[in-house]
């Protein structure tokens, strides 16, 4: 079935880093969503975008939606210890319909 | 306002048997999904109740079943369970086609 690319699958972070990492498909969505989630828990939803080219913060989380509607981009910035965890990207078809999910980037802390 | 609520939060059960899991929307959503999240892997759509109605199922079983009720909670049902079935079970609410929302998850355990 329908697939998300993400890249990296895991990371390692030294507080104060910026860190990147993205989603691609090979079809296109009309919407993508950016989650988090903590091991036990349930996925938190961080930003959504609805428009090719739309670049929105968070905080000090920046995503933005692909002009080709194939991907989408995540930048954390001056990470810190809670940005631990696995995030996933999501994109949608159409209104309403379901999400299809990435395969996670898991963000650990360097020892 | 309470979020996304499901329950039980883990459940235990025998090959071969049933199980129900609940899930009660955010206050004011109406659109309800279920995914299924195995180990290691991103969430996997099984199904979106609207107006009490499937309105668009995943690549799952006919024993995956469900059921959305008139104040919009609903039940996942699984039967004849097999070990493969065991994963984090979650529900995600939403306004018709806006952003969704996640519980925390049932964590199915089969044995």
């Known amino acids: 079935g329908q697939q998300l690319n993400q890249s990296p699958q895991s990371m390692f972070i030294q507080e104060g880093e910026d860190v990147s990492m993205n989603c691609t498909s090979s079809?296109?969505?009309?919407?993508w969503l950016w989650y988090k989630q903590d091991p036990g828990e349930g996925p938190v939803l961080l930003i959504a975008?609805?428009?090719?080219?739309e670049l929105t913060s968070n905080g000090r989380l920046t995503a933005q939606f692909g002009i080709t509607r194939k991907d989408s981009f995540l930048n954390i910035s001056a990470s810190i210890p809670s940005d631990v965890g696995i995030y996933f990207c999501?994109?949608?078809?159409?209104?309403?319909?379901?999400?299809?999910f990435g395969g996670g980037t898991r963000v650990l802390v360097k020892p | 306002d309470a979020g996304v609520t499901q329950s039980p939060t883990h459940l235990i059960k025998t090959r071969g048997q049933q199980v129900t899991l609940r899930c009660s929307p955010k206050s004011g959503h109406d659109t309800v999904s279920w995914y299924q999240q195995a180990l290691g892997q991103g969430p996997q759509f099984i199904f979106q109740?609207?107006?009490?109605?499937?309105?668009q199922r995943g690549n799952f079983p006919d024993r995956f079943s469900g059921h959305q009720f008139p104040n919009y909670s609903s039940e996942l049902n699984v039967n004849a369970l097999l070990l493969g079935d065991s994963a984090l079970y979650l529900c995600?609410?939403?306004?018709?086609?806006?952003?969704?929302?996640f519980g925390q998850g049932t964590r199915l355990t089969v044995v």
């Open positions: 079809s296109i969505f009309n919407t």
């Open positions: 995600a609410s939403s306004l018709a086609a806006d952003k969704a929302f």
């Open positions: 975008l609805y428009k090719a080219g």
């Open positions: 109740y609207y107006e009490e109605e499937e309105r």
């Open positions: 999501a994109g949608r078809k159409a209104a309403g319909n379901k999400l299809t």
